[in-house]
């Protein structure tokens, strides 16, 4: 008499069975609906060929060379690999300008060195032969353009390679960037307890004068100290260093005398050959 109940009650076996699947695969199927349905470019594979917003992001170097203010081409300069429009800076890097030489090319270890004009293009780029220090000083800059540019995307070539991804050489480089600020939190460190002399060069004499006052070095203090050179650890040169009486005989550094000077003289000279 009841007959007609019973599709009802197979219907209702049937959703209890789908809520028990529901319940056990529940992440899977978030995660699988989150796929389907949010899906963004960013997530989307990169193709630099037929992809314009990847176009746009990726250079090569013969493409970076295009923004070089000309026919009304924006001007773009390339830093550490990455592309930065500066337009806007038009007085330093438009045509003719001091900077100009920076336009449309990678040319960082200028950056550095200052050399605008005897360089070799396919190494201009090429930073792991500096000194770890100029790598900070690379890293200012390369802050700088974020700073105060729009980065616009990346060189494909020494720092990024034809998908975005760092290169090898990149990943050495910033090993050796490391390296270089760990080496600076050293130094900063030996510089509160063995300050800078004062260093003059003597053109006549061809001498250099090293003195401590109780300034030098920046560090006020109530002591000048005696000059000494001192030799850091992982450096193959010295460093002039005001040396407190009590530290004369200090081990954490070495510490060596200037040749002809007196022990205890406030002030050394010396002539480089
Ligand atoms: C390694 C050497 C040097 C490099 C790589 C260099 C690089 C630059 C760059 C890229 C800019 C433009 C910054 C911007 O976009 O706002 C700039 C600006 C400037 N540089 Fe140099 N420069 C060097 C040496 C010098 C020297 C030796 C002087 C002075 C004698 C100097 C004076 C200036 C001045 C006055 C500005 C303009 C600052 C402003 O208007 O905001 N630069 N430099």
Known sequence: MLSFLKPIFKLQFLFVILAVIVGVYYQEILAWHKNFIFTTEAEIPINYESDKQIAETLFTKAELAKYNGENGAPLYLALLGDVFDVTK???????GCSYNFFIGRD???SFITGEFENFVEDEADDVVVLKLNDLLGLENWKNFYHKDYAYVGKLIG???DNSGA??????KFLALLDQAKQEKIESDRSRVSYPDCNIQWNAETSQTRVWCTNSSGGKERDWAGY???LFELGRDTFRCACVHQDKLDATDVMIKSYDNCEPLATECFYKVD
């Open 89 to 95: 800076g038009l007085k330093h890097y438009g045509p």
């Open 107 to 109: 040319a960082s270890v």
């Open 158 to 160: 020494r720092f990024y």
């Open 166 to 171: 760092l290169t090898s050489y990149h990943h």
């Open 227 to 229: 000059p000494r050179k």
